[in-house]
């Protein structure tokens, strides 16, 4: 019996960056808030509110972070993705979709890409500027991606850390689907 070809990859934000994101938004606040309490008027209320509102989101914002992953599997049906929590179950893109593949460099800043999820535009838990409609980006780290075009001329664009291993896999799929 043949093994079925099967590429799965799993990343996660980097540790480090989190906690520096948190320390960055976080020391501020508490500073701002220790100093607010230290002020004895009767006005306190009015700016401590907002204050603890915004460490809450920003408390929010640091759990999303250490919990966020994006999964790829690439088998014989397609290219499936997962961007762990905003997606709770696997999304699929089947080759009867995909016009065009490749794997590419790109730039973090410029672009549809930067780190997070992205919609034509509009950023979601990510970094970096954008611009155009007719897109999708999952990425956490990096600066490697696999381009799908699909027949709507909609580009999908997944992260991968293992560009090499990619390319091979891609390779011996795309043999193992022409045999068929």
């Not at 730039?107 to 509009?122: K, S």
């Amino acid at each position: 019996m043949k093994e079925e070809l099967v590429f799965f990859e799993r990343q996660h934000v980097k540790r480090w960056i989190a906690i520096v994101l948190t320390i960055a938004i976080f020391a501020p606040i508490i500073v701002f808030i220790t100093l607010i309490l230290s002020d004895k008027s009767e006005n306190n209320l009015l700016f401590i509110v907002p204050a603890v509102f915004a460490a809450l989101i920003m408390f929010v914002i640091t759990v999303l972070l250490f919990f966020m992953r994006l999964d790829t599997i690439i088998n014989k049906e397609g290219v499936f993705y997962r961007m762990f929590p905003f997606h709770s179950r696997f999304k699929l893109i089947a080759w009867n979709y995909i016009k065009e593949l490749e794997v590419r460099k790109f730039n973090i800043l410029i672009g549809p890409h930067g780190f997070g999820m992205r919609y034509g535009g509009f950023s979601f838990a990510g970094l970096g500027m954008s611009s155009g409609i007719g897109f999708s980006s999952y990425t956490l780290s990096g600066n490697r991606v696999l381009q799908l075009l699909l027949y709507d001329n909609k580009k999908v664009y997944i992260g991968t850390q293992r560009a090499d291993e990619l390319v091979d896999f891609l390779i011996k799929l795309d043999a193992e689907r022409k045999q068929k």
